[in-house]
């Protein structure tokens, strides 16, 4: 039953990498919705394929939320990793604090023994505050790190649960319903082919800088997020490897 289970898995993985044309899909057993367990082992497969291609001295643009935050955890200090240089992948403040890039990007270091640079952004600017702010100093030497990016590793969270927790306005919420968002990465919401069709007010790795990243790893899992991967995986660099757990991958397949 074991290798049954094994070559299902494999098939599931290959089936998928295969239909989103991605460079690989890599499947964890159980449902992040109902085991928490389950992101742990999210957590434990991304760092081994993590600290498997990554090369000292290069620089890793990290999101938050909890299954980002479960990978630093699996990762061991090494000698070959001390050079390494971890950044929020976009400026961000206001959501539980364990749980923001910044602090994400300092538990990797920490756990590498590696470096790391905090990148602090209010997020409740105004419009016009908000383009003011990005011809700030600081501001325009971050999205110019962006640009020498090796490595992004990034969560996908459910549109609406995403909007509900970073207690957006009635209106966003209701512009997202209508708009069909389903899946969110790095502060933008995108619909079911792939559009982004909002963007949180905030600075950040862009899509086009995305696609110059060599590596790309993209962790999720849940039933409840199945829509959403799927979303973000309609626009997703070519070199995303996507890590999801076993039910989210067979809901995906039914999705599809
Ligand atoms: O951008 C995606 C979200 O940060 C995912 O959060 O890993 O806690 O579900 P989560």
Redesign the pocket.
């Known amino acids: 039953p074991t290798m049954e289970k094994w070559t299902g898995r494999s098939s599931l993985e290959r089936r998928l990498q295969e239909y989103l044309g991605i460079s690989a899909v890599k499947i964890v057993a159980g449902d992040?919705d109902r085991d928490p367990v389950t992101?742990n082992l999210l957590g434990l497969k991304t760092a081994e394929a993590f600290v498997s291609t990554i090369e000292n001295g290069q620089i890793i643009a990290v999101?938050?939320?909890?299954?980002?935050?479960s990978i630093p955890n699996y990762i061991e200090k090494a000698n070959d990793l001390q050079e390494l240089l971890f950044i929020a992948a976009r400026g961000g403040v206001g959501?539980d604090i364990g749980?923001q890039a910044n602090v994400i990007a300092a538990s990797f270091a920490e756990a590498c023994g590696g470096k790391y640079r905090t990148f602090y952004y209010p997020e409740s600017l105004s419009e016009e505050t908000h383009k003011a702010f990005q011809n700030e100093p600081s501001v325009r030497k971050m999205i110019q790190l962006y640009e020498q990016v090796d490595c992004v590793i990034?969560?996908?969270?459910?549109a609406q649960?995403?909007a509900n927790?970073r207690e957006s306005s009635t209106e966003e919420k209701e512009m997202l319903q209508k708009t069909e968002a389903k899946g969110?990465?790095?502060?933008y919401y995108f619909d079911r082919t792939g559009k982004a069709v909002h963007r949180i007010r905030t600075v950040g790795i862009q899509i086009d800088q995305l696609e110059r990243v060599p590596l790309i790893y993209a962790?999720?899992g849940?039933i409840s997020?199945a829509a959403a991967i799927l979303a973000y995986m309609s626009t997703a660099p070519k070199q995303t490897v996507l890590i999801t757990d076993e039910a989210a991958a067979q809901e995906m397949l039914k999705q599809i």
């Open positions: 992040c992101k999101t938050g939320g909890s299954t980002i935050a959501e749980l990034h969560g996908i969270g459910e649960t995403m927790l969110e990465a790095f502060g962790v999720a849940g997020k």
